[in-house]
């Protein structure tokens, strides 16, 4: 209990030293870019994982397949596994290929409208907002 006061006193005193001056991070235009270098790095990383996960998991579903069928396993365990999944490959593809496509042209319109700020993140969430309802009426459309 007396480290956490101490701690909380401690605290304390700093924010009250740097109440002297006012600072706002989000004035600073390298912090900007830094936040967006940040974001961006961490989106990429995310796409190129999640991209690999997918095809490896492709791969190791064909493989089990493959050997649920040369080991003659029951007829209805082999059923259950090898009906068709809720997620249809080309149906993840084309949300993929328009979000991508929407982030391009958001990224693009962000270049034209320099300098970056508050404008830009508005404009990125409304180009992947754009994406999102291109896949749903596209979803839409093929069931019919």
Known sequence: MKKTVAI???LASFITANAQSYYSPFQDRDFDREIINIAGVLIG???????????????LDGRVKRKMLDKEVSENVVEK??????????????KWFFVLVCIGLGLTI?????PVGIHSIA????????SFLGYFYYVKRSEK
């Open 81 to 94: 596994y090898l009906q068709p999944t809720n997620t249809d490959s080309k149906s993840t593809a084309i």
């Open 110 to 114: 962000i270049n034209l409208t320099l």
């Open 123 to 130: 404009i990125m969430s409304f180009s992947i907002a754009l």
């Open 45 to 59: 990383i995310f796409l190129f994982t999640s991209f690999f996960l997918g095809i490896i998991r492709l791969i």
């Open 8 to 10: 909380l006193v401690v």
